[in-house]
């Protein structure tokens, strides 16, 4: 019995969580859509409506630090909870050592977001000054 619950519990978190989800996102974007056709129906200007996407350069840069700064924080807890998990579980259930490894994939890819968020940044500074240079001319 306990075997069949602990598969039932897979299977709603690895299949009907992800389901749920991507509808979860349609929904919402139907929404967004029909409150946009609203407002155009009522004579608001399209210049004027709120724009949902594409985000701005300097959004896309922001939210590359933010995924950065969130992925190294996971990676750095799991780095401690398995490392610690290693250390006080008793020899007899020993805890695989490599599974301390994983935790290096959230980090590693939070640290890939935080270099591209500087790389950005960089690119918006040259792109800033290049264009206020052109207009003093």
């Known amino acids: 019995m306990k ?3 602990s598969e039932v519990w897979v299977f709603v978190i690895w299949a009907i969580v992800p389901i749920a989800m991507m509808i979860a996102g ?8 029909q409150e946009r056709l ?8 399209i210049a004027d409506l709120p724009s949902a996407w ?9 939210n590359f630090r933010v995924a950065g700064i969130v ?3 996971v990676g750095l807890g ?4 398995f490392t610690a998990l290693a250390e006080t579980l008793p020899p007899e259930r020993p805890f695989p050592k490599g599974v301390i490894a994983t ?6 890819l939070g640290l890939g977001f935080l270099i591209e968020y500087r790389l950005r940044r960089k690119e918006l500074e040259a792109h800033d000054r290049s264009d206020g240079g052109a207009g003093r001319r």
């Open 3 to 5: 075997g069949r619950v």
């Open 26 to 33: 349609v929904v919402i974007q139907w929404f967004r859509t």
């Open 38 to 45: 609203r407002l155009i129906e009522k004579g608001v200007p």
């Open 54 to 62: 594409p985000p701005s350069r300097g959004e896309q840069t922001a």
């Open 71 to 73: 992925c190294v924080a």
């Open 78 to 81: 799991l780095l401690v909870l």
């Open 103 to 108: 935790s290096a994939i959230p980090l590693f």
